[in-house]
């Protein structure tokens, strides 16, 4: 019997209009953008602005894009999975919203929340229904508003993430295309490293809290920086490792853009040259659940049919992961 393998037969992302420059952050903050793109990498973010909007509506418009761009019915999805560390509310799920948002009528879904490894997560348990044979259309979306949880007084936290979505769509594929492994990893003694201290059921929101500014991203980043570094690197080599593939082997690595130099630190694990490894964090930021995808819409065009894919992602809590896949399309 030939084996089913989930596959991307689809990509569409959203970032807002507005542009936070570097040198608009320096008026903020004590901070330049020689040392901001020097540590980072990172030039520019999008921000989402307007009332009343949140990560349903950028996950909405990645979604819609998606649905028309592969001549998708809506009501043909099964099942759509938000990865997202800002939804709209506690509760209900974003997921649940931008089903309603999109005509997703048949659909079930639900958020992921393993911060910034959390698309990763995701498209390895959205997978696993394609494989049974029990759903043939997936949708599989990374979206955040990290603008509503940065501290703009913060020079170490609000130079680094910006906002944005991106969905694909897995579908079958017996060719031998599609998500052929993952290694997914998590380790909670790493919360007091990169955590929001208020707002959920330990720290409820109080005047204390909000006097404290406890509802914003706290990082202590060297920390992370080392965790980040050595661990996405090693999974990174786990997966091809597993797979018997070089760096000759991959065409592409797909990685979280938290920080260039972890970037860097992880294609030199894997023996591979610049030219192979996605970049968009100069133009982006961290969108956190979203840079995965944002990666695939931007190089899309470069991709060709059978590319060996490595992705890699690192996020608070701490979690972290790598997958393989094999592109299905030619664009």
């Given at each position: ?101 999109v005509g997703a009528k048949n659909a079930f879904s639900y958020d992921v929340q393993a911060a910034c490894s959390g698309f990763l997560f995701s498209m390895a348990t959205g997978a696993q229904f394609i494989e049974t044979g029990k759903y043939k259309k997936v ?68 005047q204390e809290t909000i006097q404290n500014r406890e509802h914003y991203i706290y990082q202590e980043g060297s920390a992370v920086f080392k965790f980040a570094v050595t661990n996405m690197a090693d999974v990174s080599a786990e997966i091809m490792k597993r797979n ?88």
């Amino acid at each position: 019997m030939t084996k089913i393998r989930a596959a991307i037969t689809g990509i569409c992302g959203y970032v807002p209009e507005y542009i936070l420059t570097n040198a608009e952050l320096e008026k903020m903050v004590d901070t330049t953008d020689e040392w901001i793109t020097t540590r980072t990498g990172i030039k520019e973010r999008r921000i989402l602005k307007g009332e009343n909007m949140g990560t349903s509506f950028m996950g909405a418009k990645a979604v819609k894009g998606l649905l028309e761009k592969t001549n998708t019915n809506p009501e043909d999805i099964d099942l759509l999975i938000c990865a997202t560390t800002t939804p709209d509310y506690i509760f209900p799920a974003a997921a649940n919203m931008i089903c309603d948002m999109v005509g997703a009528k048949n659909a079930f879904s639900y958020d992921v929340q393993a911060a910034c490894s959390g698309f990763l997560f995701s498209m390895a348990t959205g997978a696993q229904f394609i494989e049974t044979g029990k759903y043939k259309k997936v949708v599989v979306l990374g979206a955040d508003k990290m603008s509503s949880i940065v501290d703009y007084t913060d020079r170490s936290t609000c130079i680094i993430f910006g906002d944005g979505a991106g969905a694909v769509l897995l579908e079958p594929n017996t060719e031998g295309n599609g998500l052929i492994d993952s290694v997914l990893k998590t380790d909670g003694s790493g919360v007091a490293h990169l955590y929001q201290k208020a707002g959920g059921s330990r720290r409820p929101p109080s005047q204390e809290t909000i006097q404290n500014r406890e509802h914003y991203i706290y990082q202590e980043g060297s920390a992370v920086f080392k965790f980040a570094v050595t661990n996405m690197a090693d999974v990174s080599a786990e997966i091809m490792k597993r797979n018997n593939l070089t760096g000759d082997d991959i065409a592409w690595l797909s990685p979280h853009q938290a920080n260039k130099r972890i970037i860097d630190a992880t294609a030199g694990r894997m023996n591979i040259g610049p030219e192979k490894v996605m970049i968009t964090i100069h133009k982006y930021g961290n969108t956190t659940n979203a840079t995965i995808p944002l990666n695939l819409w931007d190089y899309e065009k470069q991709l060709k049919k059978g590319d060996n894919i490595v992705f890699a992602a690192f996020g608070g809590g701490f979690t972290w992961g790598a997958a393989y896949l094999k592109w299905a399309y030619n664009s």
